[in-house]
């Protein structure tokens, strides 16, 4: 079982663990470097480059856009997403998407990325128009502890339409959050419930996916 979005390890057998990494990674995770869109500061593009250059099992992620936090996406934002995507890019690396609030903006400024063999679009939500988009530039989406909640009706909606090819599960675990965060294996039952699939079958084809997603760094 996989969790493909965390930033701890957090139940489940294989991570995707991604910056800001809070935790080791364990045999069989896959790790995702870069610069989250709320930690602009550190980002050091010729440090990215050195980590992808030397480790051709690394990932970039997450990056992204973000409009929790204020309304307009601030250009420095916009500037560091589009320079991590490029190095993605150069060394052919799949990449941790981030759109809070601004999903076409980072579809958009993906589809540019050509050289990037996938993404996965982590926390993706509101927006399934963009679902056909998102299967063209080779996108994957994960989901959810939001699916828990039994008042998320359009979210749940959304998780249901996502082609099974294309579908992960994802804690987002932080080390912050990790007592109050429930796993992958509890996102993964829900989510095979709404779907009205076995646990199993799901579980196979998540397994799946998750080996696609990452072919080129494993
Ligand atoms: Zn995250």
Redesign the pocket.
């Known amino acids: 079982m996989t969790d493909a979005?965390?930033?701890v390890a957090h139940g489940a057998s294989r991570h995707f663990l991604?910056d800001p990494c809070d935790g080791p990674a364990a045999i069989g995770d896959v790790r995702f470097v870069g610069t989250?869109p709320w930690h602009l500061d550190g980002f050091d593009a010729l440090a990215l480059r050195n980590q992808l250059a030397v480790d051709p099992h690394l990932g970039v992620g997450?990056i992204g856009l973000d409009r929790l936090r204020a309304r307009e996406i601030p250009p420095r934002m916009r500037e560091v997403f589009e320079a991590q995507l490029a190095i993605a890019a150069e060394f052919c690396r799949p990449v941790?998407l981030?759109g809070a609030k601004c999903w076409g903006e980072v579809v958009k400024a993906a589809r540019q990325a050509s050289e990037v063999p996938a993404f996965l679009f982590?926390?993706f939500s509101r927006s399934e128009g963009l679902l056909p988009d998102i299967i063209a530039i080779n996108g994957y989406v994960s989901a959810g502890p939001a699916i828990l909640n039994d008042h998320a009706v359009n979210y749940r909606e959304l998780v249901r339409k996502i082609p099974p090819e294309r579908l992960l599960v994802?804690s987002?675990c932080?080390a912050a959050t990790a007592d109050a965060t429930p796993t992958a294996e509890t996102v993964a039952a829900k989510l095979a419930a709404l779907r009205g699939v076995s646990m199993d079958a799901l579980v196979a084809q998540i397994e799946a996916n998750a080996d696609a997603f990452a072919a080129a760094i494993r």
């Open positions: 979005h965390c930033h991604c989250h997450e941790v981030h982590h926390g994802e987002d932080t």
